[in-house]
């Protein structure tokens, strides 16, 4: 599949100046699996010993990297072939130094199944929900490098980064759907324990975006209120319990009216729709 990988990406309409291939720490280093590589773009490969997972890949790659613009992808998906070119076009024409560019996302599941994930920030507020897949970004390797992914979170990392840098940051989408993803078997998000820990961590680490947004606090103080429960982490419980109250109150009197936001799933990660009633929620 890296193969595959590597393929698609030497045949984009505006080519990269290279590949960075990060093997977080697999059985069999990836070096060994591209003696059949023929593509025109260089590619450097650089190993961990040891699993640090994905978050500090992708800051390894960052480091490494010798352009100026950088993009991220995961081995199992696939680009179109104008995502750069699309991509580079939309960043020319604001900020490129503090601005992130990303796209919409087709996911295919084990089962066969197809979800889709569109460039919707811009329509929802980030605080409702992760619309920003990694593997869709591209943005300045100098604001990645200024801007890692926190390496202590198990799930959420690229969520969290968004959160983070969205006072100083423009979104750019572009509206098509120019990655295709596809559910590996081993995939993290499908790891229930990884998803309790990072979504208490986030709630609490990004309280200045949340409190802007008190609907959303009051949702995901709940979600992290389940996890924490779960993991029989009382502290935790009970310091989410009282966020949820208070934020519920804030948001609209809703635990008091028993009106909570609708709730969808989008490519796995809980997105918060406004304005809808449980009679309406699916």
């Given at each position: 599949?890296?193969l595959?990988?590597?393929q698609?990406?030497?045949?984009?309409?505006l080519?990269?100046?290279?590949?960075?291939?990060?093997?977080?720490?697999?059985?069999?280093?990836?070096?060994?699996?591209?003696?059949?590589?023929s593509?025109?773009?260089?590619v450097?490969?650089?190993?961990?010993?040891?699993?640090?997972?994905a978050?500090?890949?992708?800051?390894?790659?960052?480091?490494?990297a010798?352009?100026?613009?950088?993009?991220?992808?995961?081995s199992?998906?696939?680009?179109?072939r104008?995502?750069l070119?699309?991509?580079?076009?939309?960043?020319?024409?604001?900020?490129e130094?503090?601005?992130?560019?990303?796209?919409?996302?087709?996911?295919?599941l084990?089962?066969g199944?197809?979800?889709?994930?569109?460039a919707?920030?811009d329509?929802?507020?980030?605080?409702?929900?992760?619309?920003?897949?990694?593997?869709?970004?591209?943005?300045?390797?100098?604001?990645?490098?200024?801007?890692?992914?926190?390496e202590?979170?198990?799930?959420?990392q690229?969520?969290e980064?968004?959160?983070?840098?969205?006072?100083?940051?423009?979104?750019v989408?572009?509206r098509?759907?120019?990655?295709h993803?596809?559910?590996?078997i081993?995939?993290?998000?499908?790891?229930p324990?990884?998803?309790?820990?990072a979504i208490?961590?986030?709630?609490?680490?990004?309280?200045?975006?949340?409190?802007q947004?008190?609907p959303?606090?009051?949702?995901?103080?709940?979600?992290?209120?389940?996890?924490?429960f779960?993991?029989r982490?009382?502290?935790?419980?009970?310091?989410?319990?009282?966020?949820?109250?208070i934020?519920?109150?804030?948001g609209?009197?809703?635990?008091?009216?028993?009106q909570?936001?609708?709730?969808?799933?989008?490519?796995s990660?809980?997105?918060?729709?406004?304005?809808s009633s449980?009679?309406s929620?699916?």
């Amino acid at each position: 599949m890296i193969l595959e990988c590597l393929q698609n990406l030497c045949e984009q309409t505006l080519s990269p100046v290279e590949i960075i291939v990060v093997d977080d720490g697999s059985v069999k280093p990836i070096a060994t699996s591209l003696d059949g590589y023929s593509g025109a773009v260089p590619v450097r490969v650089f190993r961990f010993e040891e699993g640090r997972g994905a978050n500090a890949a992708r800051n390894e790659g960052v480091r490494r990297a010798s352009g100026t613009l950088v993009a991220f992808q995961d081995s199992d998906d696939l680009w179109t072939r104008e995502k750069l070119e699309k991509q580079v076009a939309a960043l020319a024409s604001s900020d490129e130094a503090r601005a992130i560019s990303y796209c919409g996302v087709r996911k295919v599941l084990r089962t066969g199944a197809v979800l889709e994930a569109p460039a919707v920030f811009d329509d929802l507020p980030l605080t409702r929900g992760n619309f920003i897949s990694t593997q869709t970004v591209l943005a300045s390797r100098d604001f990645l490098a200024a801007n890692p992914f926190d390496e202590s979170l198990p799930r959420l990392q690229d969520w969290e980064l968004w959160l983070r840098v969205s006072r100083f940051t423009r979104f750019v989408p572009v509206r098509e759907y120019l990655v295709h993803a596809r559910e590996p078997i081993d995939s993290i998000s499908r790891e229930p324990g990884a998803y309790d820990e990072a979504i208490i961590r986030l709630v609490s680490l990004r309280r200045d975006a949340f409190r802007q947004d008190p609907p959303a606090y009051a949702h995901f103080a709940r979600s992290a209120v389940a996890a924490a429960f779960r993991t029989r982490r009382v502290g935790a419980t009970a310091q989410n319990v009282a966020r949820m109250v208070i934020f519920d109150l804030l948001g609209r009197r809703m635990l008091l009216k028993f009106q909570l936001p609708r709730i969808r799933e989008n490519m796995s990660v809980t997105t918060l729709s406004s304005g809808s009633s449980p009679e309406s929620s699916k």
